[in-house]
């Protein structure tokens, strides 16, 4: 049976529940989204929230992503800051977001990288400031990001795929001040790719979308050892460091050399 608007709304309310409590990081909850708001049946909405609770069961409500008092929420209390003097800072990998960041980069390099991050709060607010330096802040395509600031003699840009207006999805609000450096957000398609956990749900979404479209449910991907596979791969990452995507024989030396007679004699 085909899904309304209103159950696919349903449904990503449950993942932004499911957010704010600890259950997904900021790229696995963008990826559930997009999933949910381009579902066609309710098979497919089952399938994004299979493996969360129901909504009764939720602890406790979460706010809304867009909600003008989670700014006002958050100025009462302590930003977390990254700074870089003449140096780097990085923070990637899995880490808790539950207060404003802050980033300053003077003649060095600050990275945020919030796609494997869990968010606690509607709106992810933070300020970057760069004086000769560069602050690059990583998240996943598909969130909104409001980009706000001053820049003198720098540059401060976004380089992200925005969900589609009027989709309820995380938002990054960003205050920039860049003096004689850079302050950037970009997203998945321009940033190292993360390696994606195999996950189940995943794997259901994605049968049922090509039963329905008549796809095949795992399309070839052609490649040779050391290749990494792609973003949305719909096999565990560990067959690709195993063994080729197509099987194969290296030539011996004495097999090329006689390649080679042959192409002389033709």
């Known amino acids: ?9 349903a449904a990503v309310e449950r993942l932004r529940v499911a957010s704010v409590e600890g ?11 997009e999933a949910a708001y381009t579902a066609v049946t309710q098979a497919e909405l089952a399938v994004v929230t299979s493996d969360l609770p129901l909504a009764g069961q939720a602890p406790m409500p979460a706010p809304a992503y867009a909600s003008a008092q989670a700014p006002a929420e958050q100025q009462g209390r302590t930003r977390r800051w990254f700074v870089a003097v003449m140096g780097d800072s990085k923070r990637r990998g899995k880490w808790r977001i539950d207060k404003p960041l802050g980033a300053v980069a003077v003649m060095g390099d600050v990275v945020l990288d919030l796609r ?3 968010v606690r709060s509607g709106v992810v607010d933070i300020v970057a400031t760069a004086v000769m330096g560069d602050v690059k802040i990583i998240v996943p395509d598909g969130v909104d990001v409001d980009l706000e600031g001053i820049a003198i003699m720098g540059d401060k840009k976004v380089q ?11 938002l990054i ?5 860049a003096i004689m450096g850079d302050v950037k ?5 321009r940033a190292e790719p993360v390696k994606k956990a195999w996950a189940a749900w995943r794997e259901q979404w994605r049968e049922i979308r090509g039963e329905l479209m008549g796809e095949p449910q795992h399309p070839p991907y052609p490649g040779l050892y050391g290749q990494q596979p792609p973003a ?7 067959q690709y460091s195993q063994q080729p995507a197509y099987p194969y024989r290296q030539r011996s030396r004495r097999e090329d050399r006689r390649e080679d007679r042959r192409r002389r004699d033709r």
């Open 160 to 170: 992200v795929i925005e969900a589609p207006p009027g989709m309820n999805v995380p």
């Open 23 to 33: 259950r997904l990081t900021l790229g696995e909850l963008s990826e559930r989204t």
């Open 185 to 189: 957000v970009i997203g998945d398609s």
């Open 1 to 9: 049976m085909r899904a309304s608007d209103a159950e696919r709304e």
């Open 116 to 118: 494997q991050a869990e």
């Open 173 to 177: 609000r960003v205050k920039a001040y």
């Open 232 to 238: 949305q791969a719909p096999y565990p990452y560990e």
